[in-house]
């Protein structure tokens, strides 16, 4: 029984990717509706790719307040459970804070480094970057900025990650 329903969780969530990718009923309600509600039972299955989309989808879309912090947790779920896109996407929120999480650098660098060290290219490369322009609290370290620049070169074509909030964005409209 428990395989059966880890194989139906599986395609609830291949179902709700294809759907939220599909380029028919662009900005529909109903469609983001049905993509959301499926996201939603694929993250209470525990899906921790489901649980990093659903949450992005409520932080970035949620209609309230408690939409947005419920999205916040689930995203940080899905980072703490070892997900590159949801820890490179934590970082990013405590890099610039919300209402849900107050700006924290130290939080974000840690975030970032764990993102990268999973293989995501974006966070290598925010690391490279701060490091070269002393951001984040980091000192100007060329070093370690080109230790961060040959960690993304060495990432596997593959395994990469999603680069930004905006490539995800425009699979979520």
Same mark, same amino acid.
């Given at each position: ?39 939603? $039972?694929? !993250?209470? +299955? &525990? @899906? /921790?790719? #489901? ?62 480094? $764990?993102? !990268?060290? +999973? &293989? @995501? /290219?974006? #966070? ?50």
């Amino acid at each position: 029984m428990l395989r059966s329903a880890q194989v139906f969780t599986q395609f609830e969530y291949r179902l709700a990717s294809r759907l939220m990718q599909a380029p028919w009923l662009e900005g529909s309600t109903h469609k983001r509706r049905l993509t959301l509600h499926l996201f939603r $039972r694929c !993250a209470n +299955a &525990g @899906h /921790v790719d #489901a649980l990093s989309t659903y949450g992005l989808m409520l932080f970035r879309r949620g209609q309230s307040a408690r939409d947005k912090a419920r999205g916040v947790r689930c995203v940080v779920q899905a980072a703490e459970a070892g997900h590159p896109e949801a820890q490179y996407q934590v970082g990013h929120i405590y890099e610039h804070g919300c209402t849900q999480i107050a700006r924290r650098e130290d939080r974000a660098v840690t975030w970032y480094a $764990r993102a !990268a060290e +999973a &293989g @995501h /290219v974006g #966070a290598a490369q925010r690391l490279s970057r701060a490091f070269d322009h002393g951001e984040l609290g980091l000192p100007v370290d060329p070093e370690r900025s080109r230790h961060w620049c040959l960690a993304d070169s060495e990432a596997p074509m593959p395994g990469r990650q999603m680069t930004s909030v905006s490539e995800q964005a425009s699979v979520l409209q």
